[in-house]
C-alpha cells in the first residue's frame, strides 16, 4: 500500500469529520471565504491552479536525481524526488513544512537549470516567479494579462521621468496613476505574496520562524521535521493501544 499523501490526510481531517459538523462549517466558512477569496481569484485565476501544479522531471533532472552531479542544496533533491512520485505543488509544500514561497523558488530555479519542464501554463508559472521574486509586480500583471506590454512599457517610461523630477515612485504606483490597473489590484498581489511567505503545518497551523541566517534556518527546520515525525510515530502508538483496548478491528 502506498503512503498517503499528506495533503490528503489533511483534507480527510474535514472529509471524516461527521455530515452534521460538515454542516455547520460550510456554512460558518461559506460567506466569509466567498468575500476573502473573490478579490484573489478575480486577479490570481489561471486556467490552472498553481498549488495544483505537478512539476515534471526532464532527463537532466532524473539523472541530477541519481547522480547529484550539479552538488545542489538539499531541498532541491527533496524537491526532485517528489516530482518523481508526480506530488503537485500543494502536497510538496505540505509534506516538507515549506512555505509556497520557498516551493516557487525552487520550482523557479528547477526550471532556470533545466531539471523540469516549463509549465504549460503561463499564468500559473507567472505566479510562481513572482512568489519567488523573480518578476515583479508590472511583469506579472502583464503575464497575468491585466495590462498589455504597450501600457508596461508606457508605465516604465512614466516612472523614469517621474523619478528625474525626483519622485520616489514604484512603477505599480504608475499604473495605477495611468488608469492601468487599481490600487486594489495591487493590494491584493501583495497580500498574496505576504500569504506566500507563511508557514502551514497541520495541527500546528500557520507558524513563522525567523533565523539569525539561512543555515539556522534550515536546522530550525530539520528539528521541526523530526519532532513532527515523532510525534506521527507516538500517535501511532497510541492509535494502536486504542484499537487493543476497545477490541477494534482493522
Known sequence: MSEQRVSELFLNNIYVLPLWVKQVIYLKTKEKLTEELAEFLDLLNPEN?????????????????????????????????????ENDLF?????????MAETSKVLVRSVELELVNLPESEKSYAVSQFLAGKIRTGE???????????????????QKERQKRGENIKIADCMISLGYITEKDVKVLLAFKEESRKRFIMG????????DTPSDQQ??????????????????ILKNRLRKILNIQE
Open 204 to 211: 500546528m497551523g500557520l507558524s513563522f520562524i525567523k533565523a
Open 219 to 236: 536546522k530550525i527546520y530539520a528539528n521541526m521535521q523530526r519532532q513532527m515525525k515523532k510525534l506521527d510515530q507516538e500517535n501511532k
Open 49 to 85: 491552479l498553481m498549488q495544483h501544479y505537478i512539476p515534471e522531471l526532464t532527463f537532466k533532472g532524473k539523472r541530477e536525481l541519481d547522480k547529484r552531479e550539479l552538488g545542489l542544496p538539499e531541498n532541491f533533491y527533496i524537491f526532485l524526488s517528489n516530482c518523481a512520485h
Open 140 to 158: 506579472v500583471l502583464k503575464k497575468l494579462g491585466k495590462i498589455d506590454i504597450t501600457q508596461l512599457e508606457k508605465a516604465i517610461r512614466e
Open 91 to 99: 502536497e510538496i509544500t505540505l509534506s516538507n513544512y515549506w512555505t
